[in-house]
């Protein structure tokens, strides 16, 4: 947020208006998080897993043993399968692990600002008129 803050008082010393969360007097610091988290964070982790599923679960499908030595891509099947036997479970359980740990790690750290939310958080950032802050609760991890 401090990148947002900085801009927004570059702003003000230009007698230009106030971009989007750019106030440090008046944005509400865990409202902004928690709204990154539902309309940037999720859906694009969401379409990436999704984009993942669609583009390597039908590449193992078609592949499922080391490539033809004359294909240009061999040298990638050579560096990723050491020590690993790249099949179509093992994909598929790796997608199903990326999902539900990023999943888990968003929903906690959403879990936190909403918490922070509820407790007045951006109340206090907002009535501290004679010292920018921008800080968080320190106990709070930051996507």
Known sequence: MEEFFRQGDREAAQ?????????RKSTLVAESQIGFIDFIVFPSFS???DLAEKIVIPLVEE???PPDPCNRH????RESSRGLQW???HVTAELVSFRSTWT???????LKWKESSANGFQDKTRDDK???????????PFI
Do not use: I, M, Q, Y
Not at 74 to 77: A, E, V
């Open 63 to 65: 592949n499922p043993g």
């Open 130 to 140: 004679n010292k920018p802050n921008c800080s968080v609760p320190k106990e709070t």
């Open 15 to 23: 007698g230009l208006p106030f971009s989007p969360l750019c106030d």
């Open 47 to 49: 379409l990436l897993t």
């Open 104 to 110: 888990r790690h968003t929903e906690e750290n959403l």
């Open 74 to 77: 061999s040298h990638l099947w």
């Open 87 to 89: 099949s179509l479970a």
